[in-house]
């Protein structure tokens, strides 16, 4: 059972607007930059998110993170069918003197 | 082109001992922070330890403390994770990942390699 908590599963229709949430507490989010990852079926993990809110070059910016004390968010604008992926959140944690991991949102385009 | 490709993973017995690779090309490996994180079968993300670029500086997951030591030659390019007294509960893809920040902004990743722990 993760420390950072996600819903297990969200979903959406093309071009509608999804956001999906991670929470956790002031030793890791509350304390901590927020990174989100993007897992396409049967591929490694991609870096979407870093710093709350920054995105790597390459990501669209249909993708965009947001932080809030102990909580944070990823939103999707314009939903792709590509998008249908699982998201990941992750923080440094203080009081583990570790990374964690959230665990995971399922993406459905419908 | 960044490359991180990890090699070593396979079917071991419980209680047994396995070292993961992972080889690095396209970077400045020396100055990054490695991690490795691992993902159980249709499970999330776990993420087992770390080691910065100074090769002295370590961190690891509760669960893996004392059974996995991550280490790294930055002669060679190349990632490390020693896993001793493995657990049916180990079997899972690892995966090696590179962090500039040296905060955790994991970057790259490899494809993973596949560690089945059973009898």
Redesign the interface.
């Known amino acids: 059972q993760?420390v950072v908590t996600q819903p297990p599963s969200a979903s959406g229709t093309p071009g509608q607007r999804v956001t999906i949430s991670c929470s956790g507490s002031s030793s890791n989010i509350g304390s901590?930059?927020v990174?989100w990852?993007q897992?396409l079926p049967g591929t490694?993990?991609?870096?979407l998110i870093?710093?709350n809110n920054q995105r790597?070059s390459g990501v669209p910016d249909r993708f965009s993170g947001s932080k809030s004390d102990t909580s944070a968010s990823l939103a999707i604008s314009g939903l792709q069918s590509e998008d249908e992926a699982?998201y990941?959140c992750?923080?440094?944690d203080g009081s583990?003197?570790?990374?964690?991991?959230?665990?995971?949102t399922k993406l459905t385009v419908l | 082109q960044v490359q991180l490709v990890e090699s070593g993973g396979g079917v071991v017995q419980p209680g047994r001992s396995l070292r993961l690779s992972c080889a690095v090309s396209g970077l400045n490996f020396r100055t990054y922070t490695m991690h490795w994180v691992r993902q159980a079968p249709g499970k999330g993300l776990e993420w087992v330890a770390a080691i910065m670029y100074d090769v002295n500086t370590k961190y690891y997951a509760d669960s893996m403390k004392g059974r996995f030591i991550i280490s790294r030659d930055n002669s060679k390019n190349t990632l490390y994770l020693q896993m001793d007294s493995l657990r049916a509960e180990d079997t899972a893809v690892y995966y090696c990942a590179a962090d500039s920040s040296g905060r955790g902004t994991l970057e790259y990743w490899g494809q993973g390699t596949l560690v089945t722990v059973s009898s």
């Open positions: 993760s901590n930059g990174t990852y897992q490694a993990p991609k870096l870093y710093n790597p699982d990941y992750a923080a440094w583990l003197n570790g990374r964690v991991f959230g665990g995971g």
